[in-house]
C-alpha cells in the first residue's frame, strides 16, 4: 500500500524559533498534499492543500506567513512553523493522494513550543 | 460549506457485541466517504471507504452503509474486538474542483473483554 513518512515524528522548540516538517510520499506521486492540525482528543483541522509546483490554499483562520507551506516536488511537502508559540503546541499531520480517491495519512509529528 | 456531524462521541461495547456510528453530512454534492480508524498518538488508517453511487460495502466485520436522500452514512462494526478500541472518524469529500475530507468529530470506542 502507499506509504507516507513524516520527519521528525517530535520536536521541542524554544518560542520564537522555527520549526519545519517534512512529508514525503515514498512508493507514489502525490499530486495533492494536506496538512492537519490535530489538538488531543479532538477531529483533524484542514490547514491548507498543496499541489506540487503551486502555492497552497490555506483554510479559513490559518495564517499562510506563519505556516509556510512547499511543495517542492512530487514525493515532498514541507511545513515550517515560524517563530512559534506555545499555543502552536499540537499534532500536525499529512497526507498525500495520488490523484485517486484515497488520503494516505503521515504518522504525525508532535510540536512542543516552551 | 461542508459539515459533517458524527455521533455517538463515545461508545462503549462487550467483546462480541456490535458498535455502529453515524455520520451526517451537509452538501448533497458530496461523493466519496471514508472512515478512518486511530489508535492514540498514531495515524489515522483507513478501514473503509464508500462512494456515492453505492449504498453499502462490506469488508469481513465492517460494513458502510449510506442514505444519499438523507444525507447520512453509518460504519457497522460486527463481533468487536479488544482491538478495535480506538477513535474512528467518518469524513465526506465533496466531487467537483476539490479533493479535501471534511472530517467528522471522532467516535471513541471502548471495547471490554
Known amino acids: 500500500g502507499a506509504v507516507v513518512s513524516q520527519h521528525p515524528s517530535w520536536v521541542i522548540c524554544k518560542s520564537g524559533t522555527s520549526v519545519k516538517i517534512e512529508c514525503r510520499s515514498l512508493d507514489f506521486q502525490a499530486t495533492t498534499m494536506f496538512w492537519y492540525r490535530q489538538f488531543p482528543k479532538q477531529s483533524l483541522m484542514l490547514m491548507a492543500t498543496?499541489?506540487?509546483?503551486?502555492?497552497?490554499?490555506?483554510e479559513q483562520g490559518v495564517e499562510k506567513d506563519k505556516f509556510l507551506i512547499n511543495h517542492a516536488s512530487l514525493t515532498l511537502s514541507t511545513l515550517t512553523v515560524t517563530s512559534a508559540h506555545p499555543e502552536d503546541s499540537s499534532f500536525y499531520i499529512c497526507?498525500?493522494?495520488?490523484?485517486?480517491?484515497?488520503?494516505?495519512f503521515g504518522p504525525g509529528t508532535r510540536l512542543t513550543v516552551l | 460549506g461542508e459539515n459533517v456531524e458524527q455521533h455517538p462521541s463515545t461508545l462503549s461495547v462487550q467483546e462480541g457485541d456490535s458498535a455502529v456510528i453515524k455520520c451526517t453530512y451537509s452538501?448533497?454534492?458530496?461523493?466519496?466517504f471514508p472512515w478512518y480508524k486511530q489508535e492514540l498518538g498514531k495515524r489515522p488508517q483507513l478501514i473503509i471507504d464508500?462512494?456515492?453511487?453505492?449504498g453499502e460495502k462490506k469488508d469481513q466485520r465492517i460494513a458502510v452503509t449510506l442514505n444519499k436522500t438523507a444525507k447520512h452514512f453509518s460504519l457497522h462494526i460486527t463481533e468487536t474486538q479488544p482491538e478495535d478500541s480506538a477513535v474512528y472518524f467518518c469524513a465526506a469529500r465533496k466531487s467537483y474542483n476539490t479533493d479535501k475530507l471534511i472530517f467528522g468529530t471522532g467516535t471513541r470506542l471502548q471495547v471490554f473483554p
Open positions: 464508500i462512494r456515492s453511487n453505492v
Open positions: 452538501d448533497s454534492a458530496s461523493n466519496y
Open positions: 498543496s499541489n506540487e509546483g503551486s502555492k497552497a490554499t490555506y
Open positions: 497526507s498525500a493522494t495520488g490523484g485517486a480517491d484515497t488520503q494516505y
